[in-house]
T-cell receptor
Framework: RKEVEQDPGPFNVPEGATVAFNCTYS??????FFWYRQDCRKEPKLLMSVYSSGNEDGRFTAQLNRASQYISLLIRDSKLSDSATYLC???????????FGAGTRLFVKA | EPEVTQTPSHQVTQMGQEVILRCVPI?????FYWYRQILGQKVEFLVS????????KSEIFDDQFSVERPDGSNFTLKIRSTKLEDSAMYFCASRLGVETEAFFGQGTRLTVV
């Protein structure tokens, strides 16, 4: 089983749509969780950290289910500028290594 | 806003040559990283550096690679005897604390010919 697994997509959605991305991780000792976005040939940029109680930042909502080892990202009211690859990132407790999923590609169409 | 800076943005080198990729992490950060991303593939962890030593490394980070923090600001990745398959984007990242997020530099595109 891959350490961090994401649906590769691509997801093609119209502007204004709601889209959800899922991510599973294999190491139950994982402690810190993040969603990054990556534009083509650019560096990953932090979108949001993921907290146990779930958290929201504007149109973005992240959820964590430790029992199922599952993380999700919900994007509401999609914008053209949301088109990017969304990366699920996991770091184990006390560890330094940060593990990236392969990413889910999102295309938002006008 | 503080940022991680990397130089050069693009490096072309001949197979077998040595390259040094340079990074200036955010000044008060304590944890430093190098990642690699081959075109079209995932971001791969190479090495982490904390308290002036390597704290963790991946199986990719073999004797061909080394890292240094020669002074208080720079963090370098040296790749010896470069191979065609070393062609990739190399990202440096830094973070402040144990639970905090990492910030990435804009990357160095290494092309081995």
């Amino acid at each position: 089983r891959k350490e961090v697994e994401q649906d590769p997509g691509p997801f093609n959605v119209p502007e204004g749509a709601t889209v959800a991305f899922n991510c599973t991780y294999s190491n139950s000792a994982s402690q810190s969780f993040f969603w990054y976005r990556q534009d083509c040939r650019k560096e990953p940029k932090l979108l949001m950290s993921v907290y146990s109680s779930g958290n929201e930042d504007g149109r973005f909502t992240a959820q964590l289910n430790r029992a199922s080892q599952y993380i999700s990202l919900l994007i509401r009211d999609s914008k053209l500028s949301d088109s990017a690859t969304y990366l699920c990132v996991v770091r184990p407790t006390g560890g330094f290594k940060t593990i990236f999923g392969a990413g889910t590609r999102l295309f938002v169409k006008a | 806003e503080p940022e991680v800076t990397q130089t050069p943005s693009h490096q072309v080198t001949q197979m077998g040559q040595e390259v040094i990729l340079r990074c200036v992490p955010i000044s008060n950060h304590l944890y430093f990283y190098w990642y690699r991303q081959i075109l079209g593939q995932k971001v791969e962890f190479l090495v982490s550096f904390y308290n002036n030593e390597i704290s963790e490394k991946s199986e990719i980070f073999d004797d061909q690679f080394s890292v240094e923090r020669p002074d208080g600001s720079n963090f370098t990745l040296k790749i010896r005897s470069t191979k065609l398959e070393d062609s990739a984007m190399y990202f440096c990242a830094s973070r402040l604390g144990v639970e905090t997020e990492a910030f990435f530099g804009q990357g160095t595109r290494l092309t081995v010919v």
